[in-house]
């Protein structure tokens, strides 16, 4: 090739090298905007699925009639305490008491024949929501079944627990009748007819298993039903009689702990008290 022909063709070369490099660089900037948008749409996505795979937890984890825990939930926590308590006795640390109470309510079908259905399940619903407010956040509380629900108290013993029922107690026997029909007559106080009985239960002088511990409550929750209901009873109330060395001892006692002296049958008659620090 001549000179004057390669020099053409070199000049030729040198004014197509910067477009072709301008447009690869469009190009980056095309590729890199492309990319950056479809991060940030993945993000979203990624986002929006955590929070659908947060609500079907939750949703899988309450009871739909009344916004508490469901049934799977309170057995799945109760497991989960009973090992924490167990974890704390294996390494010779101060126990962890763990009080349950099982709380049945009377008086709802009364509820239904006077209101119908739809208007019992909204007060019973608001009277859930209402208990829910007399426990601590690290408590637990879920409809165990029917009108049956259940409360978890860690690091809570028997004097502690007593509290809890009696004020639980107190707060169903004074629930007032919720969702009223415009102009309906009755008075502003009128209270729902609903009581409580409540048995007690305490990890581990009354069972070291969930099975036990629930059969526990059961046992208590009879006796409280069978005195009348409106009231408390605990699972395994100590004889009266004078204390000293040949004093019957509580079953089922692992270790020692603060709180765990036994409670004798006790009916419900004050309003609630302070939870405050729970012995």
Not at 33 to 55: F, S, T
Not at 153 to 160: H, I, Y
Not at 244 to 256: D, F
Request: hydrophobic share 45%; net charge positive.
């Amino acid at each position: 090739m001549s000179t004057p022909l390669l020099l053409q063709a070199l000049a030729a070369l040198g004014a197509v090298a910067p477009a072709a490099a301008g447009a690869a660089v469009l190009r980056g900037r095309r590729d890199r905007a492309g990319r950056r948008a479809r991060e940030a749409e993945l993000l979203a996505k990624i986002a929006e699925l955590a929070g659908e795979r947060d609500e079907l937890r939750r949703t899988a984890s309450c009871d739909p009639l009344t916004g508490v825990w469901n049934y799977r939930h309170l057995q799945l926590t109760l497991d989960r305490e009973i090992e924490r308590a167990r974890r704390a006795e294996a390494v010779a640390v101060e126990p962890r008491p763990l009080a349950v109470l099982m709380v049945e309510l009377a008086g709802f079908d009364a509820l239904v024949d006077e209101h119908g259905r739809a208007r019992a399940n909204t007060m019973l619903r608001d009277l859930a929501q209402r208990l829910a407010v007399e426990i601590r956040s690290c408590d637990t509380l879920g409809r165990y079944g029917g009108e049956e629900f259940l409360v978890l108290l860690p690091d809570t013993g028997p004097e502690g627990a007593a509290q809890v029922a009696e004020r639980l107690c107190w707060s169903v026997r004074r629930h007032r009748l919720t969702d009223r029909h415009p102009g309906e007559a009755a008075a502003p106080d009128a209270r729902s007819g609903l009581t409580a009985a409540i048995g007690l239960a305490v990890l581990p002088r009354d069972g070291a298993h969930a099975a036990v511990l629930l059969r526990s409550a059961d046992r208590a929750l009879a006796a409280a039903r069978a005195a009348g209901g409106d009231c408390w009873r605990s699972a395994d109330p100590v004889p009266t009689g004078p204390a000293g060395p040949n004093a019957p001892k509580a079953p089922g006692k692992v270790s020692p702990g603060p709180g765990e002296a036994s409670l004798t049958p006790h009916a419900t008659t004050a309003g609630p008290r302070a939870a405050g620090d729970r012995p």
